[in-house]
C-alpha cells in the first residue's frame, strides 16, 4: 500500500466519502429528512469542524510552514502551539468532524462509514507517512511532540 502514500489530498478523501455516504443513503432508502435537533448538531459539528481547520491552517501560516499535506518534506518547522496542544492534526480532526456532521445531517446509519473510513484511510495512507518524514526532518523534538501530544484526540 506504499504507493498511495501521500497521493490522494486529504480533502478530495472527505469529499469523495461524502459523495459516498450521500449515495449509500440514497441507494439503501436509510437518508432521513433533518429535524431541527439534528439539523442544529449538523451545523454545530461543521462550526467546531471549521474551527479546528482554520485555527490549524493559521497555525501553520503563522509558523510559515508548508500546508501542503503531499509534500510533509517542505516543512521548515513543527508547530506545537495552539490547537497543536490538543492534537497533532487538527486539520484532519476537523474533517472527521466535517464528515460526521454531513452523517448526522444525513440520517443514514450508512452515511457513519465516512468518517471511519476517513480515519483509516489518512491514519495509514496520510498521517503515519507524515510522521516518518517530520521524524526524519526534526528527530528528537518531533518525537517528544509525538510523545506529549496524541494523534487525534
Not at 454545530?44 to 499535506?69: E, H, K, M, Q, Y
Not at 456532521?101 to 498521517?127: C, D, E, K, M, N
Request: hydrophobic share 55%.
Amino acid at each position: 500500500m506504499r504507493f498511495l502514500e501521500l497521493k490522494i489530498p486529504p480533502p478530495v478523501v472527505a469529499l469523495l466519502l461524502a459523495l459516498g455516504a450521500w449515495w449509500l443513503a440514497r441507494v439503501t432508502h436509510t437518508r432521513a429528512e433533518p429535524d431541527l435537533l439534528r439539523l442544529v448538531l449538523a451545523v454545530a459539528l461543521v462550526l467546531v469542524a471549521a474551527a479546528f481547520d482554520l485555527s490549524g491552517l493559521l497555525a501553520f501560516r503563522r509558523a510559515r510552514t508548508t500546508i501542503n499535506p503531499m509534500k510533509p518534506g517542505a516543512s521548515s518547522a513543527v508547530v506545537t502551539g495552539g490547537v497543536y496542544r490538543i492534537t497533532r492534526n487538527p486539520m484532519y480532526v476537523g474533517l472527521v468532524l466535517l464528515l460526521c456532521g454531513w452523517s448526522v445531517y444525513l440520517g443514514s446509519p450508512w452515511a457513519w462509514l465516512a468518517p471511519l473510513a476517513f480515519v483509516g484511510y489518512v491514519t495509514r495512507l496520510q498521517i503515519v507517512p507524515e510522521e516518518r518524514v517530520l521524524t526524519r526532518l526534526f528527530g528528537a523534538d518531533y518525537v517528544a511532540y509525538c510523545a506529549k501530544v496524541r494523534r487525534w484526540l
